[in-house]
């Protein structure tokens, strides 16, 4: 049974691309709602960062026609994850509600699903994460600080979801379209970051993912992602036959 | 039908074969899907938050925010949804403000030299006030009060304090936007700089500016960029920077003038404009009235030549700006930052006239004056010549007491201007500050100063959203004790309320009095988006929401001329620099660092830079066909020399850059800083000319040209780009583009098309040699 068939929530993300500036917002939003550690110049320099969300940037093209293209990249949350059977201890499993969850204190460090995922969105923490004693002042207490020798990832801000769902619980009410947001969606200033419930047919993020521009990042390899992409757009690309010119 | 017990097992047995059948024909990755209906522990929040509206200070263009307060401690800071200008939209360096509240190097205490050739000791606050009140009793007619660019109840609170003893309140900005604030007066008559209807226009023009990363309000901006994108007829974007920024790389066609020649290009594609017919007459008489000489002498040819901009490209955008309208075009950043830095804006901004763009839906937006005439509601930074004669006033011993905060002179001015030299001949030098700076190697007093988490202020932002707005900003935390509770992190107080303290008091005796006091005058206007029966309760309201503003009052535009200075640019010389290759300087703002604001903070350290993934260091972007000319790969250490000194930093050639442009980031190089910032990277600032605006007197700060050798030496870039191996749709196809009305699917099938093309004819080929 997939996650559209079980519950009332399959919380995805739709990630258009035509609207990603690469401003890093999302990130540094992430870092900050989900207590991860600093990347040193050390940690950077030997290629052991860890950012739950990133932003990619490709080279097209020689000057004058050089362009960047920016795509932001964090864990898909497949419906068909290669890093969930491979846990020898259950640490990471799907959810109800689309989500695949990481259960810390159930890792060991085997570091299978890291070598699983095709999307390289899974990061080890090869060190104790540390930070300066005031610095401790600003971290989430919603979120466990992961120790050193486990696995982590993007949670979709599950707390966030969380706190959402006990809102409304406690209002009596179902969770709005929009309500809850990942730190990622929320900071990004042009809305190419779209977060919702891909159950509810009227939602905006159910209405983006059947725009003729969706597509799945390293769709060959079944894994069936929550998080659909809208390609970017190049005005001046020529389309070729069986293609209706028209502004989309 | 009757089924006797054999044929009902016959039946049974067979149904569940069938369905074990089917179920192995089924999607195989079904069984893999390990789910749980249980929420586990991970998954549980605990404790209550409270959400406080705030406004970001000097950390952002008076952005309104949301901070996060859990057990009063901040915790996050997001975009104030109710805020006109933020919308519930953040940048980079929103959070990374938050770690200057809890640096573990906050200056903790007063510190005073005692002589100046001796070391700062902390002292207590009496202790420091009393040095205060002294370097105050003979300053009447001697007293510089530097700030940022302040404005609203801070900047009415320090020009005041100048006033009261005769003094001036300077304000300094390393990265002189004062040719932009003149621009726009001159053609538009705008007093506070004007904003774009980016959201609803069609073409987008600009130049110079990265709007979209770090200049004017970027976060609005960004928002209003999303919903040009978004219009049924999907926005066309045109940007024109020698560099390509963040901005640049967001646009459907960058145009990468030779640095200076914005205003050539602007007039290049108004001439293609008329000689097409694509303007009416009334807006080009218009136009030609506000360009002094018109364009007499103008062709695309010569204009072409000048900027080195294909005329087919200039053609493209002129185009495009007239048909696809509404247009609206504006500069500000590098186009502006030349000797000839005000003709090149003012042509700019002349080019809204000529295609009907201003003060119209989708075009230039004015913003209305404040909506209390007390509380400035427009800032620019002091101009580069009036720093020099007040600089030397310092030497000359005329100046006694300078106070500076928000403005850290000795990392921000030029070599040339030797700021530290006059420092030394001021007899009371009092700083300012949350974390230690280089001019506070100076200073004869340090006192530590309330982050905007902590303070009270209203901020005026500007550019406005086109009305009128006055944003809150209060304290969200008290004074905080760190983490062990072993004592306080900083036992600072605000810049206001000191000055207030020092005051006669007849403006105010502290900065919450100030806050309340001005809440109250709005009240008393009886207009705008907070109503209450008292001013007690319309002040409770406005904080709650984050400020007031007043949709209804507009501003008007009155067409100008645009100023006439020189056209062309002057750089400076590299005679006399030795060995190596020329390269025009363009620094840029971080786009975390900002101007070296944020240094101090782990966080804004650690994010990429967008174009080139680096971060913790100084790197120089070239041109990467023209690097391979020189030799230079990235990582190596180049020393970059002017005449007004030299710093090294590490090569990144990339495509994006105008071959015989150098662009270096903004805001390493610190002395000082913290642990995070102290000794890192380079300051491209120290070695700018003193160049200047030949209209305005402003810092040419893109007029430099340096002198690039190699140093021999090559280390790795800390950046993030090669840290994940890549993992492109198709090879050479890392991210799917598609062309307007085209799908996704379309796409892919053409690129793997193209993909096998090259096989099918290595095929072809090795048949042909069998």
């Known amino acids: 049974m997939t996650t559209a068939e079980f519950g009332a929530h399959n919380w995805g993300m739709v990630v258009d691309v035509d609207k990603c500036i690469g401003c890093n917002a999302c990130v540094i939003a992430c870092q900050a709602e989900n207590n991860i550690p600093i990347n040193t110049q050390d940690r950077v320099e030997r290629a052991r960062t860890i950012s739950w969300i990133r932003v990619e940037r490709y080279w097209e093209g020689d000057f004058p026609d050089a362009k960047a293209r920016f795509i932001p990249i964090m864990c898909q949350h497949c419906e068909n994850a290669p890093c969930e059977p491979v846990c020898p201890v259950y640490a990471t499993y799907h959810n ?3 989500l695949n969850v990481q ?15 095709p999307y390289i969105v899974r990061f080890f923490n090869y060190w104790e994460p540390v930070w300066p004693e005031s610095l401790r002042n600003h971290l989430n207490p ?32 179902e969770i709005a379209d929009g309500e809850a947001q990942t730190a990622c969606s929320s900071a990004c200033p042009t809305s190419a970051l779209n977060f919702g419930n891909f159950n509810d047919p009227n939602s905006k993020v159910s209405k983006m993912k059947e725009d003729k521009r969706h597509y799945t990042l390293l769709d060959q390899f079944g894994t069936d992602p929550n998080v659909i992409y809208l390609a970017k757009i190049d005005a001046d690309k020529k389309v070729g036959a069986g293609e209706h010119a028209s502004h989309g | ?13 067979k149904t569940a074969a069938g369905a074990v059948i089917f179920a192995a024909c ?16 991970e998954d549980l929040v605990r404790g209550e938050d409270t959400w406080y509206a705030t406004s970001m200070g000097d950390f952002s263009n008076g952005d309104g925010v949301l901070i996060r307060v859990v057990q009063g401690r901040a915790k996050r800071i997001q975009g104030n949804p109710d805020h006109p200008i933020t919308l519930g939209k953040s940048t980079a360096r929103y959070d990374a403000a938050l770690q200057i509240l809890y640096h573990p190097d906050r200056i903790e205490s007063p510190q005073i030299r005692y002589s100046k050739s001796g070391n700062l000791a902390s002292a207590s606050w009496d202790a420091a006030e009393e040095r205060f009140e002294q370097a105050l009793a003979n300053a009447d007619g001697g007293l510089t009060v530097v700030t940022n660019p302040i404005r609203g109840s801070l900047g009415l609170v320090a020009s005041k304090f100048a006033a009261q003893f005769n003094g001036k309140h300077m304000a300094f900005d390393p990265v002189e936007q004062g040719v932009h604030h003149g621009a726009v007066k001159s053609v538009l008559g705008h007093d506070q700089l004007p904003t774009y209807d980016i959201g609803h226009a069609h073409t987008v023009l600009s130049f110079g500016a990265d709007w979209l990363g770090t200049w004017g309000a970027p976060t609005g901006f960004g928002v209003k960029y999303g919903e040009f994108r978004e219009q049924e007829h999907r926005g066309y974007f045109i940007h024109a920077e020698p560099r390509m920024s963040l901005t640049a790389a967001a646009a459907d066609l960058w145009l990468a003038p030779v640095p200076g020649s914005e205003g050539y290009l602007a007039l290049g594609i108004a001439s293609e404009i008329i000689d097409e017919g694509l303007a009416s007459p009334q807006n080009v008489a218009a136009f030609e009235a506000a360009i002094p000489g018109g364009l007499s002498g103008i062709s695309l040819d010569d204009v072409s030549a000048r900027t080195g901009v294909d005329v087919d490209r200039i053609k493209k955008a002129a185009h495009h700006f007239a048909e696809a309208t509404p247009s609206v075009a504006f500069g500000g950043g590098s186009a502006g930052a030349h000797t000839n830095g005000s003709f090149n804006l003012g042509a700019i901004y002349a080019l809204n006239i000529l295609v009907g763009a201003v003060d119209t839906k989708g075009g230039i937006v004015s913003n209305p004056g404040s909506a209390l005439d007390e509380l400035p509601a427009s800032a620019t930074g002091a101009s580069f010549a009036a ?7 310092w030497r000359a011993g005329n100046v006694e007491t300078v106070i500076i905060r928000g403005a850290d002179l000795v990392h921000g001015m030029p070599n040339s201007v030797a700021v530290q030299e006059a420092l030394e001949q001021v007899p009371n030098v009092i700083v300012f500050g949350a974390i230690h700076d280089d001019t506070m190697d100076y200073a004869d007093l340090v006192l530590p100063e309330e982050t905007f988490l902590e303070s009270w202020g209203t901020e005026i932002p500007e550019p406005g959203p086109g009305y009128q707005v006055v944003g809150t900003q209060q304290p969200v935390v008290g004074p905080t004790v760190s983490y062990d509770e072993s004592g306080l992190i900083s036992d600072a107080r605000g810049f206001g309320d000191v000055l207030l303290a020092m005051s006669d008091g007849s403006y105010g005796r502290n900065m919450e009095g100030v806050v309340r006091s001005a809440l109250s005058d709005l009240h008393s206007t009886g207009r705008g988006s907070v109503s209450a029966s008292s001013a007690a309760l319309f002040s409770n309201g406005a904080l709650q929401r984050g400020g007031w503003w007043d949709t209804k009052e507009s501003g008007e535009s009155t067409i100008g001329r645009v100023a006439a200075s020189a056209k062309s640019a002057q750089y400076s010389a590299t005679d006399s620099l030795g060995e190596g290759s020329d390269f025009h300087l363009i620094p840029f703002h971080s786009n975390s660092l900002y101007d070296g604001r944020l240094a101090s903070t782990p966080w804004a350290q650690q994010t990429p830079d967008p174009i080139s993934s680096a971060s913790w260091s100084t790197w120089a972007e070239i041109n990467s066909e023209q690097a391979d000319g020189l030799g230079i790969r990235e990582g190596d250490v180049l020393l970059i020399r002017s005449t007004s000194g030299e710093i090294e930093a590490l090569a990144y050639p990339h495509p994006g850059v105008r071959p015989g442009v150098i662009g270096i980031p903004i805001g390493q190089g610190h002395l000082n800083g913290g642990r995070y910032a102290e000794d890192r990277g380079s300051n491209v600032l120290s070695i700018l000319v003193d160049e200047k605006d030949s209209e305005t007197g402003a810092l040419a700060w893109a007029a430099t040209q340096v002198r690039v050798q190699r140093m021999g030496r090559r280390v790795k870039v800390p950046k993030f780009e090669g840290n994940v191996e890549a993992r492109p749709i198709e090879p050479g196809v890392p991210v799917l583009v598609v062309g307007i009305g085209e799908s996704a699917e379309h796409a892919q099938e053409e690129n793997h098309h193209e993909y096998q093309k090259q096989f099918i004819g290595k095929d072809k080929e090795a048949e042909a040699h069998d």
């Open chain 1, 96 to 98: 109800a509600e689309g």
């Open chain 2, 387 to 393: 720093w020099e004669e007040e600089l030397a006033q």
């Open chain 2, 26 to 41: 089924g999607l195989p990755e079904r069984e893999l899907i390990v789910q749980s209906p249980v929420d586990l522990p």
């Open chain 2, 1 to 13: 039908m009757k089924l006797n017990r054999r044929e009902f097992l016959a039946l049974t047995g």
């Open chain 1, 103 to 117: 259960v810390y204190n159930r890792c060991v460090g085997t570091r299978y699903c890291a070598n699983g995922c």
């Open chain 1, 142 to 173: 919603d979120v466990t600080i992961r120790s050193r020798g486990i696995m982590e990832k993007c949670s979709f801000c599950v707390q966030r979801i969380r706190r959402t769902s006990r809102t409304a619980r406690s209002e009596g009410r």
